[in-house]
C-alpha cells in the first residue's frame, strides 16, 4: 500500500514539474512578446480557414490509424480499423494530460493488453508507428531543407537539428531491422528484470518478422508520409487563417522540427516547447513572435479539440481492440 501511495505522490509530482515547466515557459515568451499585437493577431483569425483545418485534422487522425493498421498488418497482425481508431481517439485525449505522445501511447498498449491479449505486438506496433511517423518527418526536413535554407543567414542550428534527428532516428531503425539489434538489445536489456527482457524480446521478433512482409510495410511507410503532409498542410492552412504569409517548402523544413522540440517530454503534451519551437523556427523566416505564437496555439487547439473528441469515444465505446483469426498469416 506504501509503495502504491508513494507510486502515485511520484507520478503526482512529475505531472506538476511538467506543467510548471509549461507555464514558465509560456510565461516567459509572453513575457517577451507585445501583448496588443498578439492580440491583434487572434482578433484577425479567419475561422473559417481554421474549422477547415480542423476537418483535415480529422482526417489526418484517420490516415495515423490507417499507418498504425497497416504497420500490424506488417507484423502478421490483423485488427480491426475501427478499434484502432477509437483507441486512437481515446490516447489523443489522454495525451492532453501526459508529456508528448506518452498518453496516446499508454492507452493503446493498454487496449492491446486488455482487448487484443498481446501486450508485446501492442508495444511493438506502437513503437514501430511512432519510428515511421518521424521518419516521415525527417524526410520532409531533409528533402525540404536546400529549397527553403537558401532564405536564411545563417542555417548552423536548423543544420545541427536535421543532423541530430537524421542520426538518432537511423540509429533506433537499424537496430530495429540489422543484425547488430540483437546484441546490442542484449547489452541493453542485461540489468532488466526477466519479465522485461522477455517483452522486450518478443518485440524485437515480432518488428524483425516486417522484413517479410515488404508490402505492407511499405503502406505503412507510405501513409505515414501522407500524414506527415496532412500535418504540413494543417499548418499552412493554419498560418493563412492567422494572416501569415508562408510557403509550404518552408514549413515542409520548420513543422517537423518544431513537432520534434515539442516531442521532448518535459513539458505537459508539448505545450511550451511548441510555442519555442514556432517561435524560432517560424521567426527565422520572418514570421513575427506574435503570429508564431498564434499559429502554435491555434495549431494545438485543433488537437485539443481531437482530444476532447476522444473523451466522448472514452465514454461512450462498446468494446475495446479484438483480434481478427487469419487463416494464412503469410498473406496477411
Keep these: 500500500m506504501g509503495f502504491e501511495n508513494a507510486k502515485a505522490k511520484n507520478a503526482a509530482g512529475s505531472i506538476l514539474i511538467r506543467v510548471a515547466i509549461s507555464i514558465v515557459l509560456l510565461g516567459w515568451l509572453l513575457y517577451k512578446t507585445d501583448r496588443q499585437d498578439l492580440g491583434r493577431a487572434f482578433l484577425h483569425v479567419n475561422w473559417a480557414m481554421l474549422g477547415l483545418a480542423l476537418v483535415v485534422t480529422y482526417v489526418s487522425v484517420a490516415l495515423m490509424t490507417a499507418r498504425w493498421h497497416a504497420a500490424l498488418a506488417a507484423m502478421g497482425a490483423r485488427m480491426g480499423y475501427l478499434g484502432l481508431l477509437q483507441s486512437n481517439m481515446v490516447g489523443l485525449f489522454f495525451n492532453l494530460f501526459t508529456p508528448t ?16 491479449k498481446s ?6 506496433s506502437v513503437m514501430i508507428d511512432r519510428l515511421l511517423g518521424m521518419l ?23 543544420k545541427l537539428a536535421v543532423g541530430v534527428t537524421s542520426a538518432s532516428i537511423l540509429i533506433a531503425l537499424g537496430l530495429l531491422w540489422s543484425p547488430a539489434g540483437r546484441p546490442v538489445g542484449r547489452l541493453a536489456t542485461r540489468f532488466m528484470p526477466e519479465k522485461v527482457k522477455k517483452g522486450l524480446r518478443k ?25 506527415q503532409l496532412l500535418v504540413i498542410i494543417t499548418n499552412y492552412m493554419v498560418a493563412q487563417a492567422v494572416g501569415v504569409s508562408v510557403s509550404l517548402s518552408t514549413l515542409m523544413l520548420v513543422v517537423p522540427l518544431a513537432l520534434i522540440v515539442a516531442s521532448i517530454p518535459i513539458s505537459v503534451n508539448g505545450v511550451g516547447l511548441r510555442e519555442w519551437a514556432y517561435v524560432n523556427l517560424w521567426g527565422a523566416f520572418g514570421v513575427s513572435r506574435e503570429q508564431a505564437i498564434v499559429c502554435s496555439l491555434m495549431f494545438f487547439a485543433l488537437w ?9 469515444v472514452y465514454l461512450t465505446r462498446r468494446r475495446i481492440l479484438h483480434a481478427i483469426p487469419a487463416q494464412d498469416p503469410a498473406a496477411v
Excluded: E
Excluded at 518527418?137 to 536548423?158: C, E
Design 136 to 158: 516521415g518527418m525527417l524526410i520532409f526536413a531533409v528533402v525540404a531543407f536546400p529549397f527553403a535554407a537558401g532564405r536564411l543567414h545563417d542555417v548552423s542550428v536548423i
Design 119 to 124: 501486450t508485446a505486438t501492442g508495444v511493438a
Design 304 to 312: 485539443v479539440v481531437m482530444g476532447l473528441t476522444g473523451m466522448i
Design 203 to 227: 518485440c524485437y521478433d515480432m518488428t524483425s518478422q516486417m522484413t517479410g512482409r515488404p508490402t505492407p510495410l511499405a503502406l505503412s511507410f507510405g501513409l505515414a508520409l501522407a500524414f
Design 101 to 116: 505522445n506518452v498518453g496516446q501511447d499508454a492507452a493503446r498498449v493498454i487496449d492491446f493488453k486488455t482487448g487484443a
